[in-house]
Every structure is written in structure tokens, then in C-alpha cells.
């Protein structure tokens, strides 16, 4: 399979109309991804003793529809947590049994439009359990608990279980639960579980110490649920010495445990995961400019105009991504700052790394930025959030439109 980078390099004078920075997403690694995912499915899925297995991929990390829709064609089902996402969902073909409703703090005017679409919810708290019995007493609902292990994630941020999370309802407050679902007679169909975001195959034993507590949890306070999320965050390498997520021998693990709790729990029909980041991630590429080099306090830093208002991961998490130059103008390599072109302290991209000192306008590359990158993107400082690419059959297609200050004032009231 030929590089994204040969790929951007053919086509650098089209890419180039698009202006600076763009997303470019790479078809051939993203439906690698994908085929990925659904061979984990139906491995998982002939291992288990007649249990449905379905993947939800998560509209939060990356919502174009060039890539929701790839994620349709493909038979994967998807999350959604926003009625832009439910909607955005829809209009990508996903019927209603494809789409998961996970939500978290979510107003009764938005509980009525997941309802009236007749999606199944996911609920995050026994208040809202609470809310929508109020509404809809008689109705089928998942809810979401926090099976108290330290959860997995590279950053405290993401970790999304454990005495810290604001997420779930624990275990102590499991008894009150039932007590407002039989008040209002709801049918809870299914419970969702969810660790945290990005584990590799040196975090499955703790993805897997989650996984196991909440089967417990669910055999001994629950009767009757078909269906069992276990969430996921499924893991890339970032770094090049990072090893990728054995999905095979994940499949396995989980099998053992899972075929022994179907044999205490023979209620269940269905195990869900939700994958995060793992299809769109290293599809993704942001390329941008040199705007400046300079060397302050024997530091080089090199400015670019690849900002925070582009990708927030690195300023918001500490998170890590590659950064490379298109072109190497020599062989030297020195330890440089890369930053972008807010005024911000944290607007840096990546801290220490050995690149060689480029030239004002040469192209710079930041990789693994098709997961929560465009996603979590804004207007800060009044920037234009870019345009975005798909590389498909080694041609460019254009699947958003860059901002402009135009459309960005339309919503202003003069």
C-alpha cells in the first residue's frame, strides 16, 4: 500500500488549493481499519455460545460523513451524543437499531428528540433515569455504571472509571437505581460499562480487570439484561516504538471471559464496544506551514501555523503526535520545539524532537490526527477551522470546506 506521504507528495499542487492547514484522511488506511475492526467482530462473534457482538463506532472522535458513511458500508453500527451527531447519523443511512444514544448530563427537551426517534439511550446517572421516567414510563433504557477499577488512558482526562470519573453509577448506588426504574416501570435493557480512551496490548489486563468487575457487578445486582456494553477506547501507537492492538489475541481474552459469564447469564444476547479512535486515527494527517525558525535561549522553535484551534489534543492532554517535514532540506537533525500561531503558552504541538531546521513555507505534517482532531477543533482566536481531504484511488476529494470569515460571522446578530 502505497505511503500517505508519497500520496501527498503527488498530489501537493491540488492539496495546495485548499489553503493552510488541511486535514487529510488516507481511504486505503481507514478501510485497513475498518476491516480490522469487523474481522475482530466476527472472530469475537464465533467464539461466543450464539451472543450478538456489535461495534459502535464513536461520532464524537471524527463525524464527516465521507467516514461515517465508510463505517455504514462496512456493517459496523455507531454512537452518537448530540443530536448534531443523531442527526448527522441518520442522514449517513444508520437505522435505528444501528445507532446508540450515549449520553451524559443531557437536557429533557434532548431526552424527547432521542425518543421521538426511537433510538435506545444510554443513561448516565439515576437523575437521569429519574428525568426520563418522568417522561417515558414504560420504556426500554441502558444505563451506564462505573465499575470502580483505575480505568485505562494515557492521560487522567480520559480515564473514565474509578472514584474520580464523573461517569456511571457505582456500585453502592445500584440499589437506588432499581428503586426509581421500578417507579416508573422502565425495562432496563442493557448495561454499559467504560474504562477510559486508548489502551494497547500493555493495558488489556486493566481494561480487562474492568471488563471482569463489571460482569460481577452485572450477575449480582441485575436480572434479565440482554445486552452488555463494554465500551473500549481501542488503542493506536502514536510513537513509533508502539506496538498496534493484537485484535486477535484480544478477541480470544475477551471470549474466555465472556463465554463464562453467558454460561451464569444466559439472559444476554448481545455484547457492544465502542472503539474510539481506532478507525480514523492514523488515517489522519494535518499538514501545515513554516511560518518562523528562530533559536531563543539555545531553544529552537519552529512556528507553524498549525495551531491549537486545530488540534487541542496535545494542549489539553499532553498527548503525543508524530511531527515530520514533507521535504528534509539536509541530514542534521537538531532538538527543536514545534508550536502554533496562538497566543498561548500551551500552543505546542510537540516539545524536544529532532527534525531538521526547515525554511519559512515548507510543509510540516502532524500524524495520528484523525481522531479528535477536527472533532475538538474551534474558532479560537477567530481562526478558520480548515478544510478537510479524503486521499482516495491517489486523488484528492474535498469533504468539508475551509471556514471563512464570512460564514463565521453568519451566526452573529448585528
Not at 47 to 56: A, F, N, R, W
Not at 309 to 334: A, F, G, I, Q
Request: aromatic share 8%; with cysteine.
Amino acid at each position: 500500500m502505497e505511503s500517505t506521504i508519497v500520496k501527498i507528495n503527488n498530489n501537493l499542487k491540488e492539496l495546495n488549493k485548499y489553503g493552510s492547514p488541511i486535514y487529510i484522511y488516507d481511504n486505503d488506511i481507514l478501510k485497513n481499519r475498518i476491516d480490522n475492526i469487523s474481522k475482530f467482530r466476527e472472530e469475537l462473534e464465533k467464539e461466543l455460545d450464539g451472543s450478538k457482538v456489535s461495534i459502535h463506532y464513536s461520532s464524537k472522535a471524527n463525524n464527516n460523513p465521507a467516514i461515517l458513511k465508510a463505517v455504514k458500508e462496512s456493517g459496523l453500527y455507531v454512537d452518537a451524543m448530540s443530536p448534531l451527531e443523531l442527526d448527522l447519523d441518520k442522514k449517513c443511512n444508520f437505522n435505528n437499531e444501528e445507532i446508540l444514544y450515549v449520553c451524559n448530563n443531557i437536557s429533557k427537551e434532548e431526552m424527547k428528540l432521542v425518543h421521538d426517534s426511537n433510538i435506545l439511550i444510554c443513561l448516565d446517572s439515576i437523575s437521569q433515569v429519574e428525568s426520563w421516567g418522568e417522561l417515558f414510563p414504560n420504556t426500554d433504557i441502558m444505563v451506564r455504571i462505573n465499575p470502580g477499577t483505575g480505568g485505562v488512558g494515557h492521560n487522567k482526562k480520559v480515564v473514565t472509571s474509578g472514584v474520580e470519573s464523573k461517569f456511571g453509577v457505582c456500585e453502592d448506588n445500584i440499589e437506588e437505581l432499581l428503586k426509581v426504574i421500578k417507579k416508573y416501570r422502565l425495562n432496563l435493557v442493557g448495561i454499559h460499562q467504560h474504562l477510559g480512551s486508548l489502551f494497547l496490548d500493555d493495558k488489556v489486563n486493566n481494561y480487562m480487570d474492568g471488563v471482569k468487575e463489571g460482569l460481577r457487578i452485572i450477575k449480582e445486582h441485575f436480572d434479565g439484561i440482554s445486552i452488555v456494553d463494554l465500551g473500549g477506547g481501542f488503542g493506536v501507537p502514536y510513537k513509533k516504538e508502539e506496538e498496534p492492538l493484537n485484535l486477535t489475541k484480544l478477541a480470544k481474552t475477551l471470549s474466555n471471559e465472556l463465554n463464562k459469564f453467558i454460561k451464569d447469564y444466559p439472559s444476554v444476547k448481545e455484547f457492544k464496544f465502542e472503539i474510539g479512535r481506532y478507525i480514523p486515527c492514523e488515517a489522519g494527517i494535518i499538514m501545515g506551514e513554516v511560518n518562523a525558525i528562530k533559536c531563543e535561549n539555545g531553544v529552537y522553535w519552529i512556528g507553524t501555523d498549525i495551531g491549537m484551534n486545530e488540534l487541542v489534543r496535545p494542549s489539553m492532554y499532553n498527548s503525543y503526535h508524530e511531527v515530520t517535514l514533507l521535504d528534509k532540506r539536509n541530514t542534521k537533525e537538531v532538538k527543536t520545539n514545534i508550536c502554533g500561531n496562538i497566543c498561548e503558552s500551551g500552543d505546542v504541538i510537540g516539545r524536544d524532537r529532532l527534525l531538521t531546521i526547515p525554511k519559512v513555507g515548507d510543509k510540516i505534517l502532524v500524524h495520528n490526527a484523525g481522531a479528535y482532531g477536527f472533532s475538538m477543533a474551534s474558532n479560537y482566536t477567530g481562526r478558520a477551522r480548515p478544510a478537510e481531504i479524503l486521499l482516495f484511488d491517489n486523488k484528492v476529494k474535498l469533504i468539508r470546506k475551509r471556514e471563512t470569515i464570512e460564514s463565521m460571522e453568519d451566526d452573529i446578530v448585528w
